[in-house]
């Protein structure tokens, strides 16, 4: 069993930066694909960014490419979003993700542990 804490989120304006880390424990997380994931009130849980777990390659969706950025830190557990040019839609509780399954993916139902969530809110 994988357990994945969130944290890092708060209270920012447009154009600031944040890094999310998503510290895990039960176990290493060296062989996992590692995800982002973010659900806005009264929106669908949408993928953010992926990578692999020698972290050789990322992936992640055009409304956030060039200005989110996955790592990962297996010495530490740790994986990482940082966050720059933040815009209001940006606004979500963001979710880390663990999948046991090669080959990086966005969708929700390829990942099998989830963190209860940090809250990022982008004020305009």
């Known amino acids: 069993q994988v357990q994945l804490v969130e944290s890092g989120g708060g209270l920012v304006q447009a154009g600031d930066s944040l890094r999310l880390s998503c510290a895990a424990s039960g176990r290493t997380l060296s062989s996992y694909i590692m995800g982002w994931f973010r659900q806005a009130p009264g929106k669908e849980r949408e993928f953010v960014a992926a990578?692999?777990?020698?972290?050789?390659?990322?992936y992640s969706p055009t409304s956030v490419r060039g200005r989110f950025t996955i790592s990962r830190d297996n010495a530490k557990n740790t994986v990482y979003l940082q966050m720059n040019s933040l815009e209001p839609e940006d606004t979500a509780v963001y979710y880390c993700?663990?999948?046991?399954?090669?080959?990086?993916?966005?969708?929700?139902?390829?990942?099998?542990?989830w963190g209860q969530g940090t809250q990022v809110t982008v004020s305009s």
């Open positions: 990578i692999t777990a020698s972290s050789v390659r990322t």
């Open positions: 993700a663990a999948d046991r399954t090669p080959g990086l993916s966005a969708r929700n139902r390829d990942y099998d542990y």
